[in-house]
């Protein structure tokens, strides 16, 4: 039989309680400290773990989750992408959050080996201690980083999970060949994801709930979410609902724009766009006297392009071409956007 493994300091550490010690004397850097912690507080006696929210829609703030509930949500992922006892995954997302904390509990659960990095804007595989990795999750921005400064790690890379915030999909439009590419959806409250869509090589519309998980759909089109304990999730988040299993993402209610009647959710908009722009940039609502508000676009950058006024039109223009009518934005602009602490780009304000 078995047992799953963790590297760290250039060595593999057994994923049991007893390593506890010696790896506690090993690590040297903060965020190996977290990951010891964080195995440390799986293998207490509480029946709870805490991890903390995101931020992306307000402060971050602590959140607890029955570990009965998240062995649970650690087998369906396991279960659907195929993760047998001694398969290898990749941790490069910080652990205090709920993303990087079920990839610790599924290598338990499952028995993988784990190979863990310093979570950061570009993580560093470069000295796998192993000839490919079989699951790696990563926001965004990681996997557009990493796929950018290192193609032959990228290359040994068999499934990548992408959560955390929209695929560009003209990034995706550059790729030939590699890793098997899946976007996740889901909260800190579900535990990690509940429903998943392939964006590479083959291009999903719709997310699809994973066994457990239905959907409906609630006031103002609101997400409602079904767990398997029968825990229901009234969201924030606007979709179209397609059947009790999938659903096709629309954007956040709060951040819903009222365009002189159209209501345009930003978020949708930016999938769209991202068809168009690799940059990073975001889109959202400026009060206005003559629309009530309008939609503009910014584009991440700390000075204005030279040749600005070009490059505005023809985004606009292929805004007119791909996105409804009254969808496009009225303006763009050239300036830095935040990112919350899990990467994530964070709406600006008017």
Wanted: include cysteine; aromatic fraction near 8%.
């Amino acid at each position: 039989m078995s047992e799953g493994r963790i590297f760290l300091q250039g060595q593999w550490w057994p994923l049991q309680p007893e390593s506890i010690p010696a790896l506690q004397a090993a690590v040297a850097s903060p965020w190996e400290e977290d990951v010891v912690e964080a195995l440390r507080s799986w293998w207490n006696d509480a029946e709870v773990v805490i991890t903390s929210t995101s931020g992306s829609t307000g402060n971050p703030r602590p959140i607890q989750h029955a570990k009965a509930a998240m062995e649970e949500s650690a087998k369906r992922t396991l279960h659907h992408f195929g993760l047998m006892e001694g398969a290898t995954a990749g941790l490069a997302m910080p652990v205090k959050f709920i993303g990087g904390m079920m990839m610790l509990v599924r290598a338990v659960v499952g028995k993988l080996d784990l190979v863990a990095v310093q979570p950061q804007a570009c993580p560093d595989f470069g000295a796998l201690p192993c000839s490919s990795l079989d699951f790696l999750p990563l926001t965004p921005s990681q996997a557009q980083a990493f796929h950018a400064s290192d193609s032959s790690s990228w290359a040994r890379i068999q499934c990548l999970l992408l959560g955390g915030g929209p695929v560009n999909r003209a990034w995706l439009g550059t790729l030939d060949g590699g890793p098997r590419i899946v976007e996740s959806f889901g909260m800190t409250e579900t535990i990690s994801h509940f429903a998943l869509r392939e964006v590479h090589p083959n291009r999903e519309e719709d997310f699809h709930c994973l066994p457990g998980f239905e959907v409906s759909s609630g006031e103002q089109e609101a997400l409602v979410i079904d767990g398997p304990d029968g825990t229901r999730w009234e969201t924030r988040d606007a979709a179209q609902v397609l059947s009790s299993r999938s659903f096709k993402w629309l954007g956040r209610l709060d951040g819903v724009i009222n365009s002189g009647g159209i209501k345009i959710h930003p978020e949708r908009v930016e999938w769209i766009l991202s068809g168009f722009l690799t940059e990073p940039f975001k889109c959202y609502g400026k009060p206005d006297a003559r629309w009530g508000e309008i939609l503009i676009m910014r584009i991440d950058s700390e000075t204005t392009p030279p040749d600005a006024e070009a490059m505005r039109d023809r985004i606009l223009a292929w805004a007119d071409d791909h996105l409804p009518k009254h969808h496009a934005p009225k303006m763009v602009e050239w300036a830095p956007l935040e990112r919350t602490w899990t990467g994530k780009w964070k709406m600006p304000h008017a």
